[in-house]
């Protein structure tokens, strides 16, 4: 027989395996294993052992490295909205409807990528998408070449495309290495520290790029190149991650015993359409807070010529500050966040930090109140990513769906901006080029993400599910029987309406898709008849 830890109790028990053979539970880790044999030599073949951190650490570092790659990309466009309108000849309408159309791609196909992440694994996936989205960033280079609106489009989907499975599978990786509180808010801040430096790169240099150069389309091939380097860490960090695979046990948490998967033997669609209510709650204050953050990034390069009075290379330079400048507090957030929690009163914080700006951009008529607004807005922004991605996987009670859940939020976020960019633009262009109207749409987002985010302290109070989401590590690293308590009750004691909850909000979630797409297709058609 074997002796068995359980982890209902506080004492080691003997357990008969059936027909003489050694059984094992599923351990926390750093517990023994110890095959009682009756006299008889155990076949059980030796343990693996865990990953050391120096390997945790390089995982995290060329993880990180993918980002900075993607993030280049990412923040050049947005930078040169004036200089496209010009250079392309198109109206505000139809930049928005170029920015809509990967969002539009994105929302029709991220819920499948999430569970084929979860199926396939991180690794696997990146590498996929990372050659996809090289290969539409050329696509995007060449129309920019041959001043094309339309074949932009069409590279921007294909760029699209490549970026979907990315996004996923970059933190998936994550989840598979590090648990709540012990490790995952850090990497992950790191990894989005080094994303915002690429994004600043990429934003700041845009124009310069275009000005020197005197052709605006090798800006699009700098980004090209810088992808073309992204490709070949993708492809290392793939070899890394089998090796690791093939050395080492799979991560357990060390709170709850649940063993951390990369990918799952099956796709798991009743745990997806389960997905806790908590979960929903911090989707809810994601809505709001990140769809004011990216839509208002979209705009910021144009808005600060307009406010600044400056030429594009500045207001590049000054929109790259407001959107990156907080890089350097991001790390640190991801501690204390590992460290301390609070997620919640976090993001309140990062939800006030916001409304306040947008009221400033909304109200202030002089330079220096827009200047405060763009300060205000680039500390409020660092605290958002982190805390609610980490949000997002410490309220689930399965990390094997998080690449679904994790995809949920990004179909919401890029519906809504869907929906906003094509109605921004069109007030844009009804305001003569003004933010006039535009900067109401943006306080009015801020504003959602302060009420959800007082409810969801009020709720914390009443709700031990959710006022996990402020649990400190110590308290989480104590309390981790009354977590698997709650995770039995919530599928059995209330099963039936919490399983009603989560499928009533995924059914919203669709509901929100099929909106977006109606406003997109309502902006194609209004684009290319103005």
């Known amino acids: 027989m ?10 080691p028990h003997a357990q008969q395996p059936p027909d003489g053979d050694s059984v094992i539970e599923k351990l926390p880790p750093n517990d023994v294993v110890v095959p009682i044999t009756n006299g008889s030599e155990s076949s059980l073949p030796p343990t693996k052992p865990p990953a050391p951190l120096t390997w945790k650490l390089i995982a995290v570092v060329i993880t990180s490295l993918i980002r900075f790659g993607s993030s280049w990309s990412g923040g050049i466009t947005s930078a040169m909205k004036s200089t496209l309108k010009k250079k392309l000849a198109i109206n505000n309408k139809q930049f928005a409807l170029l920015e809509a159309s990967e969002d539009f791609m994105v929302a029709i196909l991220i819920l499948p990528s999430g569970l084929l992440t979860d199926r396939l694994g991180g690794a696997r996936t990146i590498v996929y998408g990372n050659i996809l989205f090289t290969f539409g960033s050329i696509l995007v280079a060449s129309a920019a070449q041959v001043r094309s609106f339309n074949f932009m489009i069409g590279g921007r989907v294909v760029l699209a495309l490549g970026d979907i499975a990315t996004q996923v599978a970059q933190y ?70 089998t090796v690791a695979h093939r050395k080492f046990a799979p991560v357990s948490d060390p709170s709850t015993g649940e063993k951390l998967t990369e990918r799952s033997k099956s796709f798991e669609f009743k745990k997806v359409l389960e997905l806790p209510w908590t979960f929903w709650c911090v989707i809810a204050f994601s809505l709001f807070e990140t769809s004011t953050a990216i839509i208002f990034q979209q705009n910021a390069t144009e808005m600060a010529e307009q406010r600044f009075n400056v030429d594009a290379i500045k207001a590049g330079w000054y929109s790259a500050t407001v959107q990156y400048a907080g890089f350097f507090l991001v790390p640190f957030l991801g501690v204390f966040i590992d460290l301390f929690g609070n997620r919640i009163s976090l993001m309140a914080f990062c939800g006030i930090g916001m409304f306040l700006s947008m009221a400033l951009v909304n109200w202030a008529d002089s330079q220096k109140g827009f200047a405060a607004a763009f300060g205000i807005y680039a500390f409020a922004l660092s605290f958002g990513p982190t805390t609610i991605i980490d949000s997002i996987r410490t309220s689930m009670w399965h990390q094997s769906v998080f690449g679904s859940a994790y995809a949920i939020k990004i179909a919401i976020n890029n519906s809504i901006n869907i929906i906003v960019r094509i109605v921004t633009g069109a007030l844009q262009d009804y305001d003569d080029n003004s933010y006039r109207r535009v900067v109401r749409v943006y306080l009015f987002l801020a504003a959602g993400s302060v009420v959800v985010s007082v409810l969801l302290i009020l709720l914390s109070w009443r709700s031990i599910d959710l006022g996990y989401l402020q649990w400190t590590r110590k308290q989480r690293f104590g309390k981790g029987d009354i977590w698997n308590e709650r995770k039995e009750r919530y599928h059995e004691d209330n099963g039936a309406r919490n399983r009603c909850i989560s499928k009533v909000c995924f059914a919203g979630l669709i509901v929100l898709i099929l909106g977006s797409w109606c406003a997109y297709i309502w902006g194609a058609i209004t684009g290319h008849n103005s």
């Not at 359980?6 to 004492?11: A, E, H, I, P, V």
């Not at 994303?195 to 800006?219: D, E, L």
Request: glycine share 8%.
């Open 2 to 11: 074997t002796l068995v830890y359980n982890m209902d109790q506080d004492r």
């Open 172 to 241: 998936k990786i994550f989840s598979s290495w590090f648990p709540p509180s012990n490790g995952f808010a850090s990497t992950l801040a790191f990894e989005l520290a080094m994303g915002k430096i690429g994004g600043f790169v990429g934003t700041a240099t845009a124009n310069v790029i275009s000005k020197r150069t005197g052709n605006f389309a090798w800006t699009f091939w700098v980004s090209v190149f810088v992808n073309l380097f992204t490709n070949a860490t993708t492809i290392l960090f793939y070899w890394f991650n």
